[in-house]
């Protein structure tokens, strides 16, 4: 071939391009056979050889499996009287994988539905406990308004969505807070601490009270649902697959509804406490503290406002002070004094102690004040009369360690075992307990002192009403119970649980028991009892001791005078029960401030039995064929 270029002739070399065609035509075809092979190999490896494998993960990205949250337990009253049930509401749910710019979406969803920054730091914690492609509550308990605006706006939304659910309420607000708890959203530590596979599909759990100490029982079993979703991760259609989840267990409680409202209103709003036991096998059929607070704000998450209210009112609400508030015990102590010394033997109900007003220990001079000179007293009077100086000189021959080992006997310096979180132990005067809290030696004034319910002395409403109910039941230590039955379904028969454990006698001789019984009966009914007047028109005989707590300093041992303001004025308490000779109910009130134990604390006592005797169908009968004594 020729070629005619710039006036030359030029032969052209067709074989040599012959050979160049032909050679980048086997490389080309080399290439497209690797990268055909390559993509042979690819298609294998993902059909042959992984198939199951991806397929499971294709099936999981248009599959999702959910967890269904159990419904809660229900609790109820001894009567039945619905305490904590569940209601439907919904809420906003957001899966994070679909957002892309997360502050900028729920700064615009703040627009449409109030997303606060309480919401937004809930929300943060649980998402970093989820699984991936899991929703997340962002805002509880959404009004039909914010339901409606929400449906108008939701094409601008594609990962978030509304989730219906059942929320808890506690229909007495108030009332019970202290006795159920609440319940509220799993935190971080919490996340941490439970089975996550037994809580999946659930975002609350019990904080505090019975919620919180019967948490699993409540809880019940989750379950699943598979599910096909979009790209947005929408579902799509009917679930493909669904395991039910098992309800948790309904709780029937010892307390008595009408009885605990009608304790409350006793107390008129006065700081303190109550408890009233059955003797007979420990049930709480009420269980008071002033102030309280309403366990609905925690449920759904409380705002930092209301929370700081709660936290930083000096009255202290969140404070359960019947069975973590520390009371001086006073005289209400002086029973179980006096039952101490008869059951080591250093003392016989008929001996006798000249009370001159003041009690000095052998060779000192310092004298220990009594209210007034009571002449020659036995144990019986002392009692009734609340005479210091008998009890004095009962401390004072004991010493701390038959002291402190007698009182023990009563339950005093450990916790009752009551079925509740966050009960106090106390404090029973010893050597040891002073040896771990001061470099002092224990002196003999502390022992005198702590023979009338002073110095050292640390004592919760239960613990009292526990030692209340042991001398009641002459001499059976029970320890207190607030869960009566439980129920699987809703239309079983609820099943009794077993009956209180016996912690120990505190009685060995019914003559014991009649010395001390008597001074607490005269105490209410005879001239001269620090509480005469209590039982009028009752129709049971009351057995009750008064106490008052008199600001005494643990330093140098003086008294102080009695004050005027509220926060410094006497820490007052009675104890008593009813029927004297065969005990149904033991009631224990403690105020925070107050002139004495028979003018502010008896009259709340008289208050609760008269309510028990209204509610309770068994005491009217009994008290009806009895008559008033």
Known sequence: MVNISKGRLRVK????????FRMRAIVGFLVILVALSALITRFAFLQVTHHEEF?????????????????RGLIYDRNGILLAENTAAFRLEVVPEGVKHMDAMLAELDGVVAVGEDDIARFNVARR???PFESVPLRLKLSEDEIARFSINRWRF??????PYLTR??????????VLGYVGRIDLSEAQRIDASLYTGTTHIGKNGIERYYKDELHGTPGYEKVEINADRRQIGTPLERVAPTPGKNLYLTIDARLQRAAETAFNGRAGAAVALDPRNGEVLALISIPTFDANLFV????????????????????NRAIAGGFLPGSTMKPYVALAGLELGLRKPSDTVVSTGEFHIPGQARGYRDDFPAGVVNMRTAITESVNTYFYTLAYEMGIERFSEGLGRFGFGVKTGVDMVGESAGV????EWKRGHSKEPWYPGETVVAGIGQGYWVVTPIQLATAAASIAAKGELRTPRLLRAEQNELNAAPQPVPPALLRGTTITRPANWRAVADGMIGAVNEAGGTALGLGKDFPYV???KTGTAERFSRTDETWTSIATSSAERHQVLFECFTPAEDARIAVVVALEAGHSGASDAAPIARKILDSWLAFDDDARRVAGSAGAP
């Open 55 to 71: 397929t499971a993960k294709s099936e999981a990205n248009r599959i999702s499996t959910r967890g269904i949250a159990p419904s």
């Open 428 to 431: 029973l005067p010893s050597r």
């Open 158 to 163: 594609p990962a978030v969505d509304i989730v």
């Open 13 to 20: 070399d067709v074989r040599h391009e012959a050979d160049t």
């Open 129 to 131: 406990n989820k699984k």
């Open 542 to 544: 009351i057995a009750g």
């Open 169 to 178: 309420t506690y229909p007495y607000g108030e009332t019970f807070a202290h």
């Open 300 to 319: 759904n998450g409380i705002g930092q406002i209301d929370y700081s209210r709660l936290l930083n009112d000096p009255l202290k609400p969140l404070l």
